[in-house]
């Protein structure tokens, strides 16, 4: 089987600016040409703009702002995983040999019009996405006894490691009061157990094993792929306790890369609310239903950075276009050992979740060094 | 403004139904989306049953759903407890920029 690589990542810092969508794409672009060995403009086939910002032929805009001439240039937009669906699109693209190297950009400013879904009927006057969080931690509190407490936990662990992210959004720790005592959303989503939007961009250039060996010593592969859609209605969502389109998702990732929960070393994944970790931890089989919560307090206590080491989204902020990239940067970076502080001992397998419209979408990466 | 739009303003809530395979497409549209067939309106029973609900500002939310297929988020009105399975009756809806849908327990 054809291999489909990573061979480099470029990262904005999140956080909230004047600049226009197309400088923080580009900011991201620029780090990429200046870390990577032996590329050049003419090497690119392939650009791909992931946002929400509805920017008429963006792609082409940002190829042309880069010197780049590409065969294929377009936008690709999916509400918050509209990054990883871009990289899927690159990773065909390369994988059926229309390209050897693609260049994937995603961005998006604060204001984002990906916010808030106008379409969806079923979501009456309650269109804010803390009205669906809410629903989802209604059910799994009573389903599984889950408590307030136990969701704070999620956003403490988060913010504590986005201490040691430069690019997060948050730079300060938050305690277990702080998150306690935020301000009250709904009767069960405060203030800080949410993901901030945000200003961000994130880059990753997609290659075929020739010409990722050409351009870095430490590639990382793309060994499995999941998608899913369910609907883009919210209340399409059959069980508010689960997310069945992260579950079709995991699955189908994990027999293509003929890996299991128990070989991944470390997670990036969609925490757009902390319920969504719990959740999301349960059903992509790193402990068992019921025991996320529990799973998430050990991982606090013992400092262990496992899930989400740049901070998530609760901690590294949200720009929505970017998000899936950033995480597929991370991923990147704990696997080719360039983590930091933040760095996973060892880590040679690793998992991306992204998500989208409340878990009516949902995509699953995994990732090997 | 659509039919289903008019009809909300009227405090009638209507879906459409395929006049083929009589599947309800919600949420509505100009097509069947089990079978492609035409559609026609038809009034949804105002009788539903709680799915779950949390709160805001001490309003209550929730999503109901009714003749076990379509799921709305709306406001329950009243101090009643609430249980997920429980039945509820529309008692208002509206259009204004958005759907509103309003219940009460049963």
């Known amino acids: ?369 | 403004m659509t039919r289903f739009e008019d009809e909300l303003k009227n405090n009638n809530f209507v879906c459409s139904e395929c006049v083929r395979c009589k599947h309800l497409v919600w949420p509505p549209s100009e097509f069947c989306n089990k079978c492609f067939g035409d559609v026609t309106w038809r009034p949804v029973s105002r009788k539903a049953i709680l799915v779950e609900f949390s709160s805001k500002d001490g309003k209550c939310f929730c999503i109901a759903e009714f003749e076990d297929s379509i799921r709305v988020f709306g406001t329950i009105e009243g101090n009643s407890a609430l249980s997920p399975g429980q039945n509820l009756v529309l008692e208002y809806c509206n259009y204004d920029e958005t759907p509103k849908f309003v219940f009460q327990t049963d």
């Not at chain 1, 996405?129 to 509190?141: C, D, G, K, L, Y």
């Not at chain 1, 277990?176 to 301000?183: G, I, T």
């Open chain 1, 1 to 369: 089987m054809k291999k489909v690589a990573i061979a480099a990542t470029g990262l904005t810092k999140f956080n909230k600016t004047e600049k226009p969508i197309d400088s923080i794409m580009l900011s991201s672009i620029r780090t990429i040409f200046e870390n990577t060995k032996n590329l050049e403009q003419k090497d690119v086939d392939v650009v791909l703009t992931s946002t929400n910002a509805n920017k008429n032929y963006l792609a082409n805009i940002i190829s042309e702002l880069s010197g780049i001439r590409p065969k294929i240039s377009h936008s690709v937009e999916s509400l918050c995983n509209s990054g990883t669906n871009s990289l899927i699109s690159a990773y065909a693209y390369v994988f059926s040999g229309l390209a050897e190297t693609a260049l994937v950009v995603g961005a998006e400013k604060a204001n984002s019009p990906g916010l808030v879904l106008n379409w969806d009927m079923s979501r009456g006057e309650y269109k804010h996405p803390i009205f669906w969080a809410s629903m989802f931690t209604s059910a799994h509190m009573r389903k599984y006894g889950t408590s307030l407490e136990d969701l704070a936990y999620v956003s403490i662990k988060n913010h504590k490691n986005a201490i040691d992210n430069p690019h997060a959004y948050f730079e300060k720790p938050f305690s277990l009061d702080d998150v306690m005592h935020s301000k009250n959303l709904t009767e069960n989503v405060r203030l800080l157990d949410c993901s901030m939007p945000c200003d961000g961009a994130a880059a990753v250039l997609i290659c075929s094993e020739e010409k990722a060996r050409k351009y870095t010593d430490t590639p990382v592969w793309i060994t499995g792929i999941g998608q899913k859609t369910i609907s883009a209605s919210f209340t399409k969502n059959d069980n508010l306790s689960s997310m069945e389109s992260t579950k079709t998702a995991v699955t189908d990732a994990y027999q293509m890369s003929n890996k299991t929960a128990k070989d991944v070393d470390v997670v990036e994944l969609h925490d757009a609310f902390s319920v969504c970790e719990i959740i999301e931890l349960e059903d992509m089989g790193f402990c068992q239903k019921g025991q996320g919560s529990k799973f998430v307090r050990d991982l606090y206590d013992t400092d262990n950075r496992k899930i989400n080491p740049r901070g998530g989204l609760i901690g590294a902020g949200h720009p929505l276009g970017a998000t899936g990239i950033a995480q597929v940067v991370e991923i990147y970076q704990q696997l080719s050992g360039k983590a930091e502080k933040r760095q996973v001992h060892n880590a040679k397998t690793g998992l991306v979740h992204n998500m989208s419209a409340g878990s009516t979408s949902s995509t699953v990466l995994i990732l090997e060094s």
